[in-house]
């Protein structure tokens, strides 16, 4: 059973920092990409960020390049995003997901079980 723990959101001031977290289980970790995903109230799921099985490889979303950073722990079943310079347009529950086998991480999909999020909130 597929299960995805997020942690490490809150409320943050604008230019503020945050550091999100995701405790994995229920698939080989190391070997799938993982990503990050957000919804904001009213609109879809999109992508944030991803991180081939290697650790290496990353990708982002333009509005988060530069901002935000993925990474992973192989030996810890964890995926985390080191969010810095926050903006209230980054206001969002934000999701961890296994994601489908790609050729790239551009646009990514995931696997249909999601966790509950966590909660990023950025005041102006």
């Known amino acids: 059973q597929v299960q995805l723990v997020e942690s490490g959101g809150g409320l943050v001031q604008a230019g503020g920092s945050l550091r999100l977290s995701c405790a994995a289980s229920?698939?080989?970790?190391?070997?799938?990409?993982m990503g990050w995903f957000r919804q904001a109230p009213g609109k879809e799921r999109e992508f944030v960020a991803a991180i081939r099985q290697n650790g290496i490889n990353t990708y982002y979303a333009d509005s988060v390049k530069g901002r935000f950073t993925i990474s992973r722990d192989n030996a810890k079943n964890t995926v985390s995003l080191q969010m810095n310079s926050l903006k209230p347009d980054d206001t969002a529950a934000y999701f961890c997901?296994?994601?489908?086998?790609?050729?790239?991480?551009?646009?990514?999909?995931?696997?249909?079980?999601w966790g509950q999020g966590t909660q990023v909130t950025v005041s102006s």
């Open positions: 229920g698939r080989t970790f190391r070997a799938y990409a």
């Open positions: 997901n296994y994601l489908r086998p790609a050729e790239d991480y551009y646009n990514p999909q995931a696997f249909d079980s």
